[in-house]
């Protein structure tokens, strides 16, 4: 499985049994979805005082294909090393002024696992050095 390998490294999906295997490829049994359905719907959500949502700055969300790949990373804004939670929160409070989503709920599980999955299938590309040096040192 070619597609699971980038340079030597294995996805931690070669590691898993055939049958959690299957369900994990299985979009309609994989129960992922369920937080992806639940972003999509949060996506073009208007929230906070700026009357915005995603997709008021961010457009499709197709437009983030390949972003969530890259986290963490550190924020050109801020100096500091984002999760990608940390960034979703950042862009909710500074530009649509909405209230922080708390990590691991649903609805910050659902807006991450959307985004994430707008980088299906490409492999991770986290860097390291450069501003992000220091934090991975």
């Known amino acids: 499985m070619k597609q699971f390998e980038l340079d030597g490294e294995k996805s931690g999906f070669l590691f898993a049994t055939p049958d959690t295997q299957a369900m994990q490829m299985d979009d309609f049994d994989n129960p992922a979805f369920l937080w992806v359905q639940q ?67 649903p609805e910050m599980l659902s807006i991450s696992t959307f985004v994430m999955y707008q980088s299906r299938g490409l492999p991770i590309n986290v860097s390291i050095d450069g501003p992000a040096k220091k934090f991975y040192d």
């Open 39 to 105: 972003g999509e719907q949060m996506w073009t959500k208007v929230e906070g005082q700026a009357g915005k949502s995603c997709a008021s700055c961010h457009g499709p969300a197709s437009s983030m294909r390949g972003v969530g790949a890259t986290y963490p990373k550190v924020s050109k804004e801020t100096g500091k090393l984002f999760a990608l939670e940390h960034q979703i929160n950042y862009c909710r409070t500074e530009r649509m002024k909405a209230s922080e989503l708390p990590w691991e709920k």
